[in-house]
């Protein structure tokens, strides 16, 4: 079936340097999302992306959806210790608003 | 706070035994969502309801089974349940899966496990 690759797996990070994610697949999607997990929680969402080439912010969060409709990255500047968690992409196939895909997650930690 | 409530937050049972895991969804959200997250694993999609029907189907086994109510609150019932069904579910909620959505409010999770 259908899967997104995301990566890196894991990050260990100090305090205060930039992260850089994203995820890739074969296929075209229409919607990419990022979420974060913390530990114990549920995923929250974090930006979605709707537009080809869309590039969103949400405080020191910027993703872009990529020109090819294939792939998306997440970055994250001046890591602070609550990025802390697990971020997963998702994305919606073209064609099949019903069901989201996701990626693995990319397991952050920051070094205080 | 999400908006989303799972019920009960842990749970611990025995193999070959049947569970059932409740969702309450936000006010408003028609479309409810079952996931299952096995230890450092990504987010399996297991079911999803809208409205009270069936909309799509993951990868639920067939010991599985979910239903939405007239009250738009959904059951996950596990059975003859085994050691690796053990595992994080959570539950979403969201308006409608539309195009252009995909925007999902996860509950904190109902974390089972099997001995």
């Known amino acids: 079936g259908q899967q997104l690759n995301q990566s890196p797996q894991s990050m260990f990070i100090q305090e205060g340097e930039d992260v850089s994610m994203n995820c890739t697949s074969s296929?075209?999607?229409?919607?990419w999302l990022w979420y974060k997990q913390d530990p114990g929680e549920g995923p929250v969402l974090l930006i979605a992306?709707?537009?080809a080439g869309e590039l969103t912010s949400n405080g020191r969060l910027t993703a872009q959806f990529g020109i090819t409709r294939k792939d998306s990255f997440l970055n994250i500047s001046a890591s602070i210790p609550s990025d802390v968690g697990i971020y997963f992409c998702a994305g919606q196939l073209v064609g099949n608003n019903r069901k989201l895909i996701w990626g693995l997650g990319t397991s952050l930690a920051v070094n205080p | 706070d999400s908006g989303v409530t799972q019920t009960p937050k842990h749970l611990i049972t025995a193999t070959g035994q049947r569970v059932t895991l409740r969702c309450s969804p936000r006010?408003?959200?028609?479309?409810v969502y079952w996931y299952q997250q096995s230890l450092d694993q990504g987010l399996q999609f297991l079911i999803q309801y809208y409205n009270g029907e069936e909309r799509a189907k993951g990868n639920i086994l067939e010991r599985f089974s979910a239903q939405q109510f007239p009250d738009l609150h959904s059951e996950l019932n596990l059975s003859s349940l085994e050691l690796g069904d053990s595992a994080l579910y959570f539950c979403?909620?969201?308006?409608?899966?539309?195009?252009?959505?995909?925007?999902?409010?996860f509950g904190e999770g109902s974390r089972l496990t099997v001995l």
């Open positions: 296929s075209i999607f229409n919607t």
């Open positions: 006010s408003g959200d028609l479309s």
């Open positions: 992306l709707y537009k």
């Open positions: 979403a909620s969201s308006v409608e899966p539309g195009a252009g959505t995909g925007e999902l409010f």
